[in-house]
């Protein structure tokens, strides 16, 4: 689709730049569309010169770093929101009062594309959503579809797509909970919405549980009577009372269907991802057969090598004691499991609980800043659970394979990664060329 019309001389202001390129692809696309683009973030031009250096090619890109001027939030046609604007944000309410239009890139892509007759699909959740995105967009792939994925995809600018978008196309949106802010600006939701689970995240963003299932329950606040919800077993209660009629808890696949991927957790996923596709017209062969095919989305229980009779899992994704918690049942017994990060505040009773249960040997990740390894250390200690410490990821990767031996290695951190790394990708990059060097 032609989206030039849309942007073309309007004033857009660009809140969030960033290190991952998905800032980068918004004010590229825009510009190319004939916006004048202002492009603003907190972070200095030092900090963020990859991301510049980028754009110093637009002459219709100019830059307000190193902090934000209310003025360019008023004087312009649109805000362009980045994820993780502070709900309070001065700048923002400043737009909203000055009657400026606020909106987020992937939201404002499912808008357009649906108007140009795609069909657009969300999967949003605490755990799980970008394993469930990529199997209904592996399998549709597999059947002979061309489908889109976007939405919380590593450096891919969703907005960036539109020019891609066909009508009776189908387009495969993970949704986090900031994202899923824009959908609530635009009084939009997703045709087939899926909704994993809801489990206690970010808690240093929102205030409460409440908070956080708001922006979460935009996937499905607007949608209208023709389109479908599924959900997981723990999220049909609160959703229920939202709706009209009642969302679906799809029934497991069955059990003769085979995965590639492991654990019950992803067999809850499958069935999320099988009920979509089932709404999109697919028949059960081929949905048994696109997700028998699937792979291991990279980082969440991805299996990347076996050494010396010992399995190696790069569970990166897993920022969450409870997702780490998954992984280590997944896997079963005699895990050597690398965890440890920078602290989210959440409770940590039922992974050491699951720690004692099935690892021979934790390694526990140290840095100034990784108070979530310290506060787990404390109730390692008071389990008499056995640890050591690792200043590095190579390190931790060779202590883990000397006590290995045979079984499995599992770098499962449960913590974000801020202070060793920049931010989760890095760290799973590190892994990776740290396993695949072995």
């Not at 967009?137 to 020019?163: C, D, E, Y």
């Not at 989305?297 to 399995?311: P, S």
């Not at 989210?344 to 609980?353: D, Q, W, Y």
Request: hydrophobic content about 45%; glycine content about 8%.
């Amino acid at each position: 689709m032609d989206c030039s019309e849309h942007f073309r001389d309007k004033r857009v202001t660009v809140m969030g730049l960033g290190l991952l390129g998905r800032g980068v692809g918004d004010a590229e696309f825009l510009a190319r569309c004939g916006a004048q683009v202002l492009v603003t973030d907190k972070k200095s031009e030092g900090e963020l010169a990859e991301s510049v250096a980028k754009l110093k090619q637009y002459p219709n890109i100019t830059f307000k770093l190193g902090g934000h001027d209310v003025q360019n939030f008023i004087d312009c046609d649109m805000v362009l929101k980045a994820a993780g604007v502070p709900l309070d944000s001065p700048e923002i309410a400043a737009a909203r009062e000055a009657g400026v239009p606020i909106v987020m890139s992937t939201a404002l892509f499912a808008h357009y594309a649906t108007e140009a007759g795609a069909t657009v699909v969300g999967v949003t959740g605490t755990r799980g959503k970008s394993t469930v995105s990529h199997m209904i967009f592996h399998a549709l792939k597999q059947a002979g579809k061309s489908p889109l994925l976007g939405g919380n995809v590593r450096g891919l600018s969703t907005i960036a797509m539109l020019p891609s978008v066909e009508k009776g196309m189908i387009a495969v949106l993970e949704l986090d909970s900031w994202q899923l802010q824009g959908f609530g600006d635009l009084n939009i939701s997703p045709h087939v919405a899926v909704f994993t689970n809801l489990m206690p995240d970010h808690q240093n963003y929102y205030r409460d549980m409440d908070e956080y299932f708001a922006d979460k329950a935009n996937i499905f606040t607007h949608q209208k009577p023709n389109d479908f919800l599924f959900v997981g077993a723990s999220v049909f209660e609160r959703a229920a009372t939202m709706r009209e009629t009642p969302p679906v808890v799809p029934p497991l696949i069955p059990a003769d269907w085979r995965l590639r991927v492991v654990g019950e957790h992803n067999r809850e996923n499958a069935s999320l991802a099988a009920a979509a596709l089932r709404a999109l017209g697919l028949s059960e062969k081929k949905i048994k057969e696109g997700l028998g095919l699937f792979e291991a989305v990279e980082g969440r229980l991805q299996f990347v090598r076996e050494l010396n009779g010992v399995k190696i899992y790069n569970d990166n994704n897993a920022t969450t004691p409870e997702a780490t918690v998954a992984a280590l049942r997944a896997l079963g017994k005699r895990v050597t499991l690398i965890v440890g990060g920078s602290e989210k505040g959440l409770p940590l009773e039922e992974l050491v609980s699951e720690i004692k249960n099935s690892v021979s040997h934790v390694i526990l990740l140290e840095h100034e800043n990784y108070k979530g390894s310290a506060r787990l250390a404390v109730l390692l200690q008071k389990n008499n659970i056995e640890y050591e410490q690792a200043a590095r990821l190579e390190e931790a990767l060779e202590a883990a394979l000397a006590h290995a031996q045979t079984g499995t290695v599992l770098f499962s951190p449960a913590f974000a990664s801020f202070g060793m790394f920049k931010n989760e990708y890095e760290r799973s990059d590190e892994f990776l060329r740290l396993v695949r060097a072995l």
